[in-house]
């Protein structure tokens, strides 16, 4: 999928409401700094100093919309970036600027961090000869689930469900509070009806057999060596060959392909957004009529 149609998916209402919400933690009061600037009509430059993938851009535009500046951007989303890279411009009055300016780079510097941890995972998938699906996990920062579930498919994964009524997951504990596996898929699948899916989490074969005799569309297959799942992958897809397979638990970009076969179809990693770096963008003014230069002492 083209990163440049993936805007479309954020409807502008929520955006306009991240956008304040997140303005408003950082500023619920006065700016002292803005009598510093003053409001004279003022234009930065947004560098990207470090490697990775550009993500995020609806948010940065979302954010200074707020404050009543305007961006042009030199570089798609999804771009692969090779510092030190002028990514952006962006202008409006000095304190408005400076007022969305953290604000913006962290939502893009955490956006393109997930982006491009996204981006290596499903490398890693293809150079290991699997096309099945790299996903990410329900494992997201309070308040930020959006931009970071954009951010994974910018990097060219999936998002995988996007909260509780996506997708009927049952779980452990699930099981646990329905009395068996059994019990706690046909439960699901009362209420999933025919709108969503079911999923079982399982951690053995007899577990994994047992949520799809019951009818269960996916199995998770959590926290499995690569010695174990595969093995218990080929068995119950023997019998079940409709049956969806997930790997997930314990997967990083290190040891993923050893987790991709011809058994599995969806290898999800939490790390995708509980792990990944943020990338490192900074936001320079220059005076009208000047060149804008990158100086490096200064972040």
């Known amino acids: 999928m083209d990163p440049e149609g993936l805007a479309l998916l954020l409807p502008p209402a929520t955006l306009a409401a991240l956008a304040e919400s997140w303005l408003r933690e950082d500023c619920p009061g006065p700016n002292h700094a803005a009598l510093v600037t003053g409001a004279a009509p003022s234009q930065a430059v947004l560098w990207a100093k470090s490697p990775g993938v550009l993500a995020g851009r609806p948010f940065f535009d979302a954010i200074f919309a707020k404050v009543n500046c305007q961006v042009s951007w030199f570089l798609p989303e999804g771009a692969k970036l090779v510092p030190v890279a002028r990514v952006a411009e962006v202008r409006g009055p000095a304190h408005c600027l400076l007022l969305g300016e953290r604000v913006a780079l962290n939502t893009l510097a955490r956006c393109s961090g997930v982006a491009s941890a996204a981006a290596a995972a499903v490398e890693a998938a293809r150079e290991a000869g699997w096309a099945g699906h790299v996903a990410g996990t329900r494992k997201t920062t309070p308040g930020f689930r959006l931009a970071e579930k954009?951010?994974?498919?910018?990097?060219?994964?999936?998002?995988?469900?996007?909260?509780?009524?996506?997708?009927?997951?049952?779980?452990?504990?699930?099981?646990?509070?329905?009395?068996?596996?059994?019990?706690?898929?046909?439960?699901?699948?009362?209420?999933?009806?025919?709108?969503?899916?079911?999923?079982?989490?399982?951690?053995?074969?007899?577990?994994?057999?047992?949520?799809?005799?019951?009818?269960?569309?996916?199995?998770?297959?959590?926290?499995?060596?690569?010695?174990?799942?595969?093995?218990?992958?080929?068995?119950?897809?023997?019998?079940?060959?409709?049956?969806?397979?997930?790997?997930?638990?314990?997967?990083?970009?290190?040891?993923?392909?050893?987790?991709?076969?011809?058994?599995?179809?969806?290898?999800?990693?939490?790390?995708?957004?509980?792990?990944?770096?943020?990338?490192?963008?900074?936001?320079?003014l220059f005076a009208e009529g000047t060149a804008p230069v990158y100086w490096a002492y200064r972040s």
Do not use: W
């Not at 469900?161 to 452990?172: C, E, H, N």
């Not at 999923?199 to 799809?212: D, I, K, P, R």
């Open 150 to 284: 954009y951010g994974l498919l910018v990097g060219g994964a999936a998002a995988h469900r996007y909260d509780l009524g996506g997708l009927v997951m049952v779980k452990d504990n699930h099981v646990v509070a329905a009395g068996s596996v059994e019990k706690a898929v046909r439960g699901a699948r009362q209420v999933a009806d025919f709108a969503l899916k079911v999923e079982v989490e399982c951690g053995s074969l007899q577990e994994a057999v047992e949520a799809a005799e019951a009818g269960a569309d996916l199995v998770l297959l959590d926290n499995f060596k690569p010695e174990e799942l595969h093995p218990t992958a080929a068995a119950l897809k023997a019998r079940f060959p409709g049956v969806g397979v997930e790997a997930s638990g314990g997967i990083t970009l290190a040891n993923l392909p050893q987790f991709c076969g011809p058994h599995i179809d969806v290898i999800s990693l939490g790390m995708l957004t509980q792990a990944a770096p943020a990338l490192d963008f900074s936001l320079k």
